[in-house]
């Protein structure tokens, strides 16, 4: 079936049923209504590709990720955050093109050629980085883009969701059980949000008069935490709670602090950051700073729809991260701090 079909059936002309089913101005509601009815009578489906010749739109959005798909494959964040998007291109027409890069030289000339063959209408930018190459290159292409949880001043939109008050309640609820050493493991380095997080953790230790630290090197992965516990167990003054950016890197530090003989959260106390639901299986169960990958997909797929068809866009705020508290944190051991296994 095809648009000269509808038309017919419907006894209008082609243009008007092209109006229609595209839900452009310039129809009666009536009309627009019997249309569709037509179509679904028939079984009509639009064209993608015609809708692309006339509309002089790919009807996709991009995504490069230049993470290593080990990570991908680990980590619940994308696989919801994906949703969150589908969620929203589905009832658009639009396709989602997902690449994959491991270096950034790569990753730009994907956006190169996602521009130039005109494969996409516009993209998203997960991982900001400081001083990301991809801006000016966005910025030069000409290319509508989104970002999420990007820096102040950035130059597209932005879809941001705060950590700062999450991390603040967890430092506090610790402190108010009696951690006064509080480490941090970090995310990967020059990432916005690994710095965002780091920083909120030592703003909310030094407002409560506590030294942060220490702060472990850790790169959002599963053995990174492990990496991070051999290395925080064998220092002097052992802290008593850490706090991981993201949940992935806890539970691969809590899974061997427990393997070195300690327990969680009775020797020390372990949280993350995302939200994951593989947290909730653990035991014990991890506390964490429950974020909302999938409403910030949605969100970011609605703005940057917007930024395509011209509508004026601003920044989008979504509910601040909150604390999940579980069973992995509870107050800091009164006991001479015991001793792991080698």
Known sequence: ??????????????STASVALNDRPGVSEATRQRIREVADELGFIPSVRGKSLSAR????????????????????FFGAFLGGVESILTGRDYALVLQMAMESADALQRYRRLASDRRV????????????????????????????????????????????????SLVNYLIGVGHTRIAHVTGAPGFIHTEQREAAWR?????????????????????????????????????????CANDLTAIGLMTRVQELGLSVPDDISVAGYDGIELGSYLRPTLTTVRTAPAEIGAEAARLLLDAIDGAGVSDVDVAAA?????????????????????
Do not use: C, K, W
């Open 1 to 14: 079936m095809t648009i000269v079909d509808v038309a017919a059936r419907a006894g209008v002309a082609i």
């Open 57 to 76: 739109r790919a009807f996709a959005l991009g995504l490069v990720v230049q993470r290593d798909t080990a990570v991908l494959e680990a980590d619940p």
């Open 121 to 168: 209408d516009g993209v998203f930018l997960l991982d900001i980085r400081t001083d990301d190459a991809r801006v000016p290159l966005l910025q030069d292409l000409h290319l509508p883009a989104v970002g999420m949880n990007a820096p102040d001043g950035f130059p597209f939109p932005s879809v941001r969701q705060d950590h700062a008050a999450g991390i603040a």
């Open 203 to 243: 703003e909310s230790l030094a407002a409560a008069g506590l030294e942060p630290g220490p702060a472990l090197p850790g790169d959002f992965t599963y053995e990174g935490g492990r990496r991070a516990a051999d290395r925080l167990l064998g220092v002097a003054d052992r802290p008593t709670a850490v706090i």
């Open 322 to 342: 909150a604390l999940q508290l579980r069973e992995s944190t509870g107050p800091a051991p009164r006991l001479t701090a015991r001793t792991p296994r080698t």
